[in-house]
């Protein structure tokens, strides 16, 4: 039986900010969570831009272009505000941030042809170059190997069958690691979304803004809220609030993303209290709304200390 996350995807909901120039490594190293001054070839990074209360504004994949550039993958719907926020902190750096998703075509890869674009198995946040397009390794799916390809706009389209834009979403989800978009843009610390354990925290590295209050969520034992999958019978979207049986009268969580599972319902990235994990129902969109089931995370998380 053929599994529903196998072939391409035209990924029209994501952008490109170019930051390019000799300081641009540094500036985002000064602005995101993760690590950009040593950056070394074949790596891509995972990162948030964060407010001064350490909530996401935005996330991005950043994979190294050529000399003195890199490049930010991020939510379409997100890109404008978070260029402009950006591009406020530039001043004196030697470093020029302009939106460039007209210049790349995006196309995510699941399956055999995720495997054939990365030459063999990756680590997630490797780099392989295919022709004129570099190919991402991400974190898999329900079992699948999966990539982004970023190629320059006009080169042919990446091999592979066909796959419907709703089974990437879902995939998305199923690997565990939400994008932020509009709906949810300020909601969370990083580690509510296990940023810290998938690569997108970086907890070595000098200020950005918010990190005093991201250490302290880690490093207090403060940590209240992750990020868990579930599944549910009707749809579901970002910024929908979750409630637990125990106290219908707040909610508990919040989706932070959400797609229609091929086998039927929605499957949800959902943070919320880890008491409220932890057993009982939950409900989506009101404390009566649709039962939410608990699924289990793709991967272990990084205990906090």
């Known amino acids: 039986m053929v599994h ?16 390019q120039g000799e300081d641009a490594a540094r ?3 000064n602005q995101l969570t993760q690590d950009f001054a040593l950056l070394p070839p074949g790596q891509a990074r995972l990162a948030a831009f964060c407010s001064a209360k350490g909530r996401m504004l935005a996330s991005f994949v950043g994979v190294p272009s ?10 379409r719907d997100l890109l404008a505000p978070t260029l402009k926020r950006l591009s ?12 460039a998703s007209a210049d790349f075509s995006l196309f995510g890869l699941a399956g055999d042809a995720a495997v054939e674009a990365l030459q063999g198995p990756g680590e997630p946040w490797t780099v392989r170059q295919s022709g004129a397009a570099q190919v991402v390794s991400l974190y898999p799916a329900d079992g699948q190997p999966r990539a982004l390809w970023i190629a320059p706009a006009g080169e042919p389209a990446p091999p592979g069958a066909d796959l419907p834009f709703e089974t990437w979403q879902w995939g998305e989800v199923r690997s565990g690691i939400a994008t932020i978009t509009a709906p949810v843009t300020e909601a969370f610390v990083p580690q509510m979304l296990n940023y810290e354990s998938v690569g997108g925290v970086n907890f070595k ?3 950005y803004p918010g ?3 991201v250490a302290r969520s ?8 992750r990020g868990y999958v579930v599944h549910g019978p009707a749809p579901m979207q970002a910024g929908q609030e979750v409630f ?3 106290d219908p009268s707040q909610p508990v969580g919040t989706v932070a993303e959400a797609a229609p599972a091929p086998q039927g319902g929605w499957d949800a990235i959902v943070s919320m209290q880890t008491t409220a994990a932890e057993g009982g129902r939950l409900n989506v969109g009101s404390p009566d709304g649709p039962i939410l089931d608990r699924l289990p995370l793709p991967y272990p998380l990084l205990a906090d200390v």
């Open 211 to 213: 990190q005093e209050i």
């Open 218 to 225: 880690q490093f207090r034992g403060t940590l209240k809220r």
């Open 205 to 207: 590295k000098g200020c």
């Open 27 to 29: 500036f985002l190293h």
């Open 244 to 246: 637990h049986e125990s």
């Open 66 to 75: 050529g000399p003195e550039q890199i490049l930010l993958v991020t939510s």
């Open 88 to 99: 406020m902190f530039v001043l004196r750096s030697k470093a020029k941030l302009s939106d």
């Open 4 to 19: 529903p996350l196998e072939g391409r995807c035209a990924l029209s909901h994501l952008g490109v900010i170019r930051a």
